[in-house]
């Protein structure tokens, strides 16, 4: 009767407390904050275009907004934004202050590029991007320039009416 008591203690115990905590976090899986932002898959890799006058690409087409900018993927979502190392995900969310200023000052129509302006392939985007920015590349093309001095007059706008840019 002894053993049994024992067995007990030492098999049961600890199962019984394996037990408890299993359900404590099953409750807190489902109470925790997640990360729940509706998925957006693709056929094949998207292409990109390039924001004029910003170094800010975006996957037009679609009705999410998913930016590319200096290494990481961006998607801003019911006013919060969250970061992916791939265009399609996992993304996990930033704070508005941990996101990269250029982002948080597009200008509101950036999905509407001027007419024939060039979309690039996706392989073409990641076997090029980091020398297009590093040798300024698109500063050579008009589209983009134009943008960027739109862009400032903007700004010039915006500081003489006391607006400020978010």
Partial sequence: MKTRKTSFSVIGAPLLVLTAFSVQSDGHVEVGRGIHIPAYTFPAPPPLMVIPGTYVCFVPDIEADILFYHVSWYRP??????????????????????????LMELPQDYR???????????????????????????????????????????????????????
């Fill in 112 to 166: 509407h590029a001027p007419p024939g302006y060039r979309r690039i392939p996706y392989t073409e985007f990641t076997r090029n991007w980091r020398r297009w920015e590093g040798n300024k590349y698109w500063e050579r093309d008009a589209w983009w320039r134009a943008g960027r001095q739109e862009m400032r007059r903007e700004e010039r706008r915006e500081e003489h009416s006391g607006r400020q840019r978010y």
């Fill in 77 to 102: 979502y019911e006013g919060r934004w969250y970061r992916a190392r791939f265009f399609n995900g996992p993304w996990t969310f930033v704070s508005s202050a941990r996101v990269p200023r250029v």
